[in-house]
Nanobody, 116 residues
Framework: VQLQASGGGAVQSGGSLRLSCLVAGNMFDIKAVGWHRQAPGSQRELVAALDSDGNTKYEYSVKGRFAISRDNAKNTVYLQMNSLKSEDTGIYFC???????????WGSGTQVTVSS
């Protein structure tokens, strides 16, 4: 199983980015997906999660601005980020939990830099 994150970049405050996580695995075996952020000098934190029932969970500071989704046909998990703030800066990682394997898999990170 491989995950490849992309879509990061440098934007100004108030801008938008859409991150993508290409999943080389069985999307229908996925129990949950998530996006995590690691800001400079900080621990990695969960910013958004989506389970197989369609339930979502967001870190408080991104509620109303970020949206997590998945497209099984494209084997991709997305994170739409709007109204970006400088505190959203960090490396974003996607992770996927597969039912049959019973493990988390992590993708490579993609850098997001928001300038004020």
């Amino acid at each position: 199983v491989q995950l490849q994150a992309s879509g990061g970049g440098a934007v100004q405050s108030g801008g938008s980015l859409r991150l993508s996580c290409l999943v080389a695995g069985n999307m229908f075996d996925i129990k949950a997906v998530g996006w995590h952020r690691q800001a400079p000098g900080s621990q990695r934190e969960l910013v958004a999660a989506l389970d197989s029932d369609g339930n979502t969970k967001y870190e408080y500071s991104v509620k109303g601005r970020f949206a997590i989704s998945r497209d099984n046909a494209k084997n991709t998990v997305y994170l739409q980020m709007n109204s970006l703030k400088s505190e959203d800066t960090g490396i974003y990682f996607c992770n996927v939990y597969f039912r049959s394997i019973g493990m988390d898999f992590w993708g490579s990170g993609t850098q997001v830099t928001v300038s004020s």
